[in-house]
């Protein structure tokens, strides 16, 4: 399976940005992606996180209400609608997927596979 992550960018406070992750090779019928970011010297974090079959999703409480994750299903790709960007969103976004997962999980040790991240900054 290979993840391929796109989308970022410099937008300055208050703006939109939109991620996506397509994924190819063996996938399942059921599976669960998620995305995860690190910013500079701190630990890598989870974002949000939405199944395959079901169209479940999870949200940090950091990004509830701001960023909104979609997918279609046809074509292994979803993407991560960011609004109101704040500056601490400044981070490397990782999308990563549970090739088993049939729920949206926060738990970084399930994903399998990681894509190569995509650098996301916010001005002030």
């Known amino acids: 399976v290979q993840l391929q992550a796109s989308g970022g960018g410099l937008v300055q406070a208050g703006r939109s940005l939109t991620l996506s992750c397509a994924a190819s090779?063996?996938?399942?019928?059921?599976?669960?992606v998620g995305w995860f970011r690190q910013a500079p010297g701190k630990e890598r974090q989870f974002v949000s996180a939405?199944?395959?079959?079901?169209?479940?999703?999870l949200y940090a409480d950091s990004v509830k209400g701001r960023f909104t994750l979609s997918r279609d299903s046809a074509k292994n790709t979803v993407w991560l609608q960011m609004n109101s960007l704040k500056p601490e969103d400044t981070a490397v976004y990782f999308c990563?997927?549970?090739?088993?997962?049939?729920?949206?999980?926060?738990?970084?040790?399930?994903?399998?596979?990681w894509g190569q991240g995509t650098q996301v900054t916010v001005s002030s």
């Open positions: 939405i199944t395959r079959r079901s169209g479940s999703t």
């Open positions: 990563a997927l549970d090739l088993s997962g049939q729920y949206a999980t926060r738990a970084q040790e399930n994903y399998e596979y």
């Open positions: 090779g063996r996938t399942s019928s059921s599976y669960t």
